[in-house]
């Protein structure tokens, strides 16, 4: 499928092909190299808070490592977002570990610091703690990092953050990336920036760090004889595919800017449509709207979602529901889910409008018109 308007689609700075050149000419054409050093640490400096980071072939390959790091093993409980994309959930099915899925706060369309607390309260009277909570930073934006932290600091639960959505986010100040005990990120061909295919783990634990090098490169030993005591994965990113990560990286803030301008033209010209609901930014949050994210109340608005995607669809333009929560796919049949069911309702009514940043203002004007002529 092609279309004329894309949700979120590739979007270079023009920086990337010469270092991509520059990579070829050092013929360091291989899973590491001196570019994938210089990645991890710029973006490392990006973050800031004394974070390091380790490049890897994806945001789920990151999110496998991490799980495993922080001793996420067969039958280990973790808990996590329900609305999220399924390279969030798979990683937990990789280890073994039993899920329990969570519902989102109505205030920020993130997963709920009280339905956590409440169950956290509950299971550390119960003796059943979870090994680890890994909440989503959903379309852009960061949960309520601080009351995920003391949650989970108190009862001694590991904290893994699945930041893949958003890359260059903050939450009161502190970038995405650098909260819990780890988080992942995705450069994906379809995320905020690309490396047309590729993932971060980011900890401020540098051992940890260490650790998911030494996994992600097939466990090897240091002995010239491929000595393994135990086994690993072939994770690392590509020297080539970092090039393209190093060009990204120094456009992310443009990128996090044009994308909130987008944000706000819709929000300006679909904002006071009774029925229209935008995915709300608290105060602690600066998202980087990575998609802006639309509930529409058939009752009150006129049409519903799909009224809405299909007439955008048959202008060539790509919008898609927002993400399936988890507890409803059948792949999970019978998995426990603590919530009220605002994700149900948000996957029902919710819609991603096209957000990428080479989208041109008479573009979304395009976007804007079809939506309003749909809602009569
Ligand atoms: C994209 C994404 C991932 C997986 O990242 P990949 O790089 O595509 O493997 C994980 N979690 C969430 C929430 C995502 O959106």
Redesign the pocket.
Known sequence: MSFRIWLSRPHMGGEERDLVGEVFDSNFVAPVGPMLNRFEEEFAAYLGEGVRCAAV???????HLALRLKGVERGSAVWT?SM??????FPLIYQGAEPTFFDLSSNSWTMDPDLLEEELEKAAKAGTLPKAVVP???YGQSVDLDRFEAACTRHGVALIL????SAGAEYNGRKAGTGGDAS?????G??IITTS???MLVSRDHDLIDRAKFLATQAREPEPHYEHLTYGYNYRLSNVSAAIGVGQLHVLDARVARRREINARYRAALGTVDGITFMPEPNWSHSTCWLTAVAFDPERCGADREAIRLTLLEHEIEARPL?KPMHMQKLFEGTRYVGRGLDEQLFAQGLCLPSGSDMTDEEQDEVIGIIRDTLG
């Open positions: 072939s994806s945001g789920t390959a990151a999110l977002t999220t994309f399924a390279g969030g959930a989503t930073d959903l699945d930041s893949a959505e992942i990120l995705s450069f994906n379809n995320k295919g590729g993932g993400w």
